[in-house]
């Protein structure tokens, strides 16, 4: 009996170090300050490999990394003015577009570039290659361009004269583009084109960007909010994001997405894990501003903004797996235990939120070493289910504590292999 004892002991005693060494939030981006650039901003920035990675801006700024954004080399484009558009087909072959207005091509990396004439007396807008041939650009003095020769010739298949923003294609045929005050749609190359989100009477504000990941489900942003469609555009939702003025958006499935841009006082990244009607603020950076994103996967990507470069490797923040299983606010705080327990290697652990809040879910081997963190971050009020996979752990007793900032909670769970 008396054994018994000291090893209930022994656990709680385990326990209560365990929870005492769980630490509040910690971001999952870090910012990089391009000193060597003079200050301009960086407008557009994109992302081939998890190495490999481009962003241009003011005065002609054109930077790359070779190593994942730990440090930039600026390149000469050879223009002086800004850049306001680059897209890259693979890590050697892109095209930038600037307020000169010109377009530029390199195919090597950006070392050499070369120019080709473009009809447009305005800036390049936005960039977007379907393959190495076929190309568009907008034109902010009314001109969608389409090249079929890899930007060696454009011609002008703009529907009207409209400042035309940001454009996307999903395939060969199927493409979208944006005005200040109208997203457009066409389903044939650029042959003709259907007006699908019409901002009657400026209620929806000045739209900045957008992004569809296939021809029926897309995102366009507004003033202090997100449009979602799930019909091609022909209908449009409105959800709250906590970013008064949002810049771009971006998704890699239904579900998770990231949006950034600023307020008055600092840039926001928020990031979405159920297709737009949730948002969690991820990072802010105080005094600064961000214009666009990039990501190659769900947990490496990078945001661009006043000479700076923020970067993630746990973009996903370990919630992808997350499910808000219900609507109905719990009356108390409680964290379930894991089932199935034991397990090998996937267990599912389930929690309830009364208030929104911090949390951080973290997971602690025998000797008090944390070994994955599933959550860090600001949730909503709810129940919860996270799957957590196990199997690059060796088998043995694990502990796992749930801790927001009014309650925290630790239980144990057994890895058998």
Known sequence: MKSKIVSFGIFFLLVFLFTQTVSFSQSVWSTNFINNIGGNYLRKVKFLTPNIGYSGGGNGTFVKTTNGGDNWAILNTGSSGFISSLFFIN???????????????????????????????????????VNSMIGYASAHSGQILKTTNGGSNWQNIAPSSQAWGEVQFIDENNGWILSDYDLYRTSDGGNSWSSILHNTNNQLGYFQDYYFLNQSTGWATIPNGIAKTTNGGDNWAILNVPLPIPMSVVFLNQNLGWCVGYDN????????????????????????????????????????????????????????????????LPDKYSLKQNFPNPFNPTTRISFDVTNPTYASLKIFDMTGREVKTLIDENISAGSYEIDFNAGELNSGVYFYTLQTNEFIETKKMILVK
């Open 265 to 328: 006082t600092k840039g926001i990244i928020c990031r979405t894990i159920d297709g737009g009607m949730n948002w969690v603020v991820q990072k802010t950076e105080n005094g600064n501003k961000f214009y666009d994103l990039s990501f190659i996967n769900q947990n490496q990507g990078w945001a661009c903004g006043n000479a700076i470069i923020s970067s993630t490797v746990n973009g996903s923040g370990g919630m992808t797996a997350v499910l808000q299983t219900s609507s109905l």
């Open 91 to 129: 890590q050697y072959t892109g095209w930038v577009g600037s307020t000169i207005p010109e377009m530029k091509k390199t195919t090597d990396g950006g070392v050499t570039w070369s120019g080709f004439s473009i009809p447009t007396t305005d800036y390049v807008a936005d960039i977007w290659f």
